[in-house]
């Protein structure tokens, strides 16, 4: 071979070897696949932050966050309660179409059988692909048997509940249920604490489970700063019964459901300044949301969805538009982004910015964020469907959101509505949902309804995981 061949040959390969690694790291100026961390409250409201306009729960820590990076004011999840919505997060999908969504059954409970199913993919699989170590903290809700827990699902190790945290009671029949959750103790719940699929506490002692979950965070990132990793810490609370650490109690002048969120708060200091430390910062992405909006009825107990109507369980804002900030020093653009997004969303984040192809054999429900995160583009998400179980009881195209049912959260005393005549709401000028305006738009209400089925046409059923339950011997 010549020199001008071998020259030639030379730069071939370097242009190949060029190639290669720019399509493993599609962040402009990203020298390697950027660690990933999703922080997830549980039944935190719109309105439970002082970045998101709560005048007495203070949460610098994710004020600075939200400073450094991006708040999001229309940020939605896949549905208004814990395990539907968790399947939604992790999957990229609707929970309709991996039967972790029912009409018999709101959520998985300790005697469920079902779970995720096997041919789903999580976010920690998709990684996983793309050389990730994994890590699952804190509450998983979608499903307690070996072959649905965290480690059978792409997480290299686990540490939480495999449930919510105010199920197992076993309180003393004397005792009356406004008792149990107001004045709460642990012994009164027998959920057990996880360690990979072994049990490690019960009952766990929720006192300190969300310091514990912090404390496990830092550790994760620290033993793994040598390479990629994603961390999925989900927060059972302030999901009641409520329990906050000594430390904690009494800071806060919201009573206890302020010093919950004011320790989950605390906990996400702990992880920024951990990342500094290790000077992982400039190379990880951190979203902190919520699964589903305030669980109202409890009261001083449940959160706020501020300006928003209702709450948890419902299809009006409050069940299901959520705080959502995504911080990344130095790659994240700075702003205060009132474009659609949605937990669905985040399946396609991860993928992009790890380098690694979407699925194709199958339905994604979700759109790629990153270049609204990184460039302050234009978001491609213009629509959402507002699922309480199996039915669409709500549709969103850009500003306009349409009701189909309306109902309230779950309590005995549920209102279902099935509207003859739906409602339209502009919930960009009406974020309360207070002015309906379908008799002056008619258009409109006939372009929502052509997207909803042509949605559904592409909705094929399948098992409902969440409605067998092993029946309790009388």
Known sequence: MNRHLLQLSIISFAGLITLLMSSTNPVKGQKS????????????????????????IITPQLDKMAYEGQKWTNFYVAASVCTPSRAGLLTGRYPVRSGMCSDKS???????????PQNEITIAEQLKNAGYTTAAVGKWHLGHRKEFLPTNNGFDSYFGIPYSNDMDRKKPKEISRKEVFWEAKSEYFNVPLLKDEAEYERPANQETLTKRYNEAAVSFIKEN???????YLAHNLPHVPLFASKEMLGKSKRGLFGDVVQEIDHGVGQIMEALKETGLDENTLVVFTSDNG???????????AGLLHDGKGTTWEGGMRVPAIFWWPGKVKPAVVDQM??????????????????PVDRIMDGYDLSPVLLDLVQSPREELYYYRGTSIYAA??????????????Y????NKIVHEKPLLYNVEVDPSEKY??????????????????????????VKDQLAERIKKNK
């Not at 700063?225 to 961390?231: H, I, S, T």
């Not at 937990?343 to 993928?351: A, G, H, P, Q």
């Not at 008799?439 to 592409?458: C, G, N, R, S, T």
Request: aromatic share 10%.
């Open 225 to 231: 700063k040598d390479k990629p990793f994603f961390l």
């Open 106 to 116: 709101r959520v998985l409970f300790p005697n469920s059988t079902g779970g995720i």
């Open 294 to 304: 305030p669980w109202l009825s409890y009261e001083d107990h449940g959160g706020s």
């Open 33 to 56: 696949q950027p660690n990933i961390i999703i922080i997830f409250a549980d039944d935190l409201g719109y309105g439970d932050l002082s970045c998101y306009g709560h005048p007495t």
């Open 341 to 358: 997004g949605s937990t669905l969303d985040l399946f396609n984040i991860c993928s992009n910015l790890a380098g690694i192809e979407m």
């Open 411 to 414: 309590t005995k005393d549920n």
């Open 436 to 461: 309906n305006i379908a008799d002056e738009f008619p258009e409109v209400v006939e372009a929502i309804d052509l997207m909803v089925k042509q949605h559904k046409a592409k909705v094929v059923p």
């Open 396 to 409: 969103r195209k850009g500003p306009y959101k349409l009701h189909y049912i309306t109902e309230t959260e």
